[in-house]
């Protein structure tokens, strides 16, 4: 498969060494997943600012996920070519330096020009950030780093959305790029002091071609994702993105196979277990855990009638202990072996969903979820740290930044893919619970209320003494579209139960780099 060149051969860090390399890279993380849902709690402040549209504010968001999606095979692959060292402290600085920029833009111009250069950076800071433990740590620690490396990826967003709020809530939204900044800049010391660098030396020339396309299709892809829920699954701009990106899809596997093992990603890998179980695992586990956020935050905000900050907090359950269990598994792994692990994992998170189905209720509130939340949180760190290892042990060390570009390229997509059939799901739950209890309700309010249980309460005063009943008639349609999500959810997560039963990784620790040989020899 591989004709590379051997590694570099590097002095093994010690004990002390690994640790600052694990809580650098670990920091420089969290930046990068911070921004993604951070905006999301200021909205309505970017659209008053500025003037936007709300079109304009998802493009202010979206940018970022869209860019950093699209380029990080393209930048995981030149950063095991250029050294991973460079490659991150590049990123760091120019992530900084854009959310500076964007913590300052005068106008929505410039705000999603600094969003774009952030996605570019946090391209060049994701993939490098796992590929660093892959390539770093020794086989009896690294299964213990990757635990703690998901744990940050999978929590990392909730704890984010969480301080955004915070600061949104009691300071200026402009503050939310002050976050970043600071772990950029504490991150970016501690790179410099502890992080070894390390490349690999190809014989092959990089593979431009396969880089380019694979970036039209994960942009074509994605933006269908995202763009489909806002302006319709059939509308001119959603199709032409889903055809760009299919075609794309289609000839960067073509291509990839036919340069073999010049490509800058080995399709032919998937048909390894590890590579192919981890990577649907995780893609599936993602989606639903970004589909759940979808739903839980109308809940708690317009059911529960709680504030944004005070509904971020009641998600912290949830990442605590995805972090925690996160850091687990590769003990659990230890003893009854990866795909066990991911097993009891899936299971965990299928109950986790049926619980909420089942329990969820207008007056049960907070605690009629709770337990299915905590079940969630388990389940997924439990599955995470295995798929993850599954996947980077797949690839040999000259192509851990590409095996860790896939691992974020599929987490990406999982989350996109998660948003759009969750929450489609229960917007249509919802309108059709809601066509039931619109009676007497007058005719231009009944259109409004349809629309989502926001518009709703909204409208719920112009029609008088009916207000609170429509109100309640909301809140009750908008758990009948929450039950259908969490069934369609627990329905996915059981074919993933079967899967990695019959298809998972064997019992046995992943595939490693240092038996690159015998990969080569298949």
Not at 157 to 167: H, V
Not at 311 to 338: E, Y
Not at 456 to 481: C, E, K, M, Y
Request: without cysteine.
């Amino acid at each position: 498969m591989s004709v590379d060149q051997p590694p570099q051969v590097v002095t093994a860090p010690d004990a002390r060494q690994l640790r600052a390399i694990l809580i650098a890279v670990s920091i420089a993380l969290m930046a990068v997943i911070a921004s993604v849902s951070g905006l999301n709690v200021a909205q309505t402040h970017l659209a008053v600012e500025f003037g936007a549209s709300q079109t304009t504010v998802l493009w202010i968001i979206n940018v970022y996920t869209l860019t950093l999606a699209a380029l990080l095979l393209p930048l995981g692959a030149i950063g095991d070519r250029l050294g991973r060292k460079p490659m991150l402290v590049t990123g760091l600085i120019v992530f900084g330096a854009a959310s500076a920029v964007a913590g300052l833009a005068p106008s929505a111009a410039v705000m999603i020009g600094a969003r774009v250069a952030a996605g570019v950076s946090a391209a060049m800071i994701m993939p490098i950030t796992l590929a660093v433990i892959t390539s770093t740590f020794p086989e009896e620690e690294r299964g213990k780093a990757i635990g703690v490396w998901t744990g940050v990826a999978g929590g990392g967003g909730i704890l984010g959305m969480f301080l955004s709020a915070l600061l949104v809530d009691v300071a200026d939204w402009r503050l939310l790029f002050v976050l970043p900044v600071v772990l950029v800049v504490v991150a970016l010391a501690m790179t410099l002091r502890s992080v070894p660098d390390s490349r690999e030396r190809s014989a092959h020339p990089f593979d431009t071609v396969g880089a380019l396309v694979s970036a039209v299709a994960v942009i074509g892809l994605i933006f269908v994702l995202q763009d489909g829920p806002e302006h319709g699954w059939t509308a001119p701009t959603t199709l032409i993105g889903l055809a760009v990106g299919v075609i794309a899809a289609i000839t960067f596997v073509a291509w990839e196979l036919h340069r073999r093992d010049a490509s800058l990603l080995d399709v032919r890998l998937f048909r390894e277990r590890g590579l192919a179980s981890g990577s649907i695992t995780l893609l599936v586990v993602f989606g639903v855990q970004a589909g759940i956020a979808v739903v839980l935050f109308p809940f708690f905000q317009a059911v529960l009638g709680w504030s944004g900050l005070l509904s971020t907090v009641a998600m912290m359950p949830m990442a605590v202990m995805m972090m925690m269990t996160s850091g687990l598994a590769p003990k659990l792994a230890s003893r009854i072996g990866a795909r066990s692990t991911m097993a009891v994992g899936v299971a965990l998170s299928a109950l986790g969903l049926v619980l909420m189905a089942l329990f969820v209720s207008v007056d049960g509130g907070y605690l009629s979820i709770l337990a299915g939340m905590l079940a969630m949180g388990v389940g997924m760190g439990l599955s995470m740290t295995p798929s993850t290892e599954a996947i980077t042990g797949s690839l040999p060390r000259a192509k851990q930044g590409v095996a860790s570009a896939l691992n974020d390229v599929t987490r990406e997509f999982g989350t996109a893919l998660g948003v759009a059939l969750l929450g489609a799901l229960l917007a249509n739950g919802y309108r059709s619970a809601m066509d039931d209890r619109l009676d007497g309700v007058p005719a231009g309010v009944a259109e409004t209320a349809r629309e989502g249980i926001a518009n709703a309460v909204a409208a719920a005063p112009r029609t008088g003494g009916q207000a609170q009943d429509l109100i309640h008639a909301a809140q009750q349609s908008f758990v009948d579209g929450w039950q259908q999500a969490m069934w369609a959810g627990a329905a996915v997560m059981a074919a993933l139960l079967l899967h990695v039963a019959l298809r998972g990784p064997k019992n046995t620790a992943p595939l490693r780099p240092e038996v690159e040989e015998s990969v080569a020899a298949r």
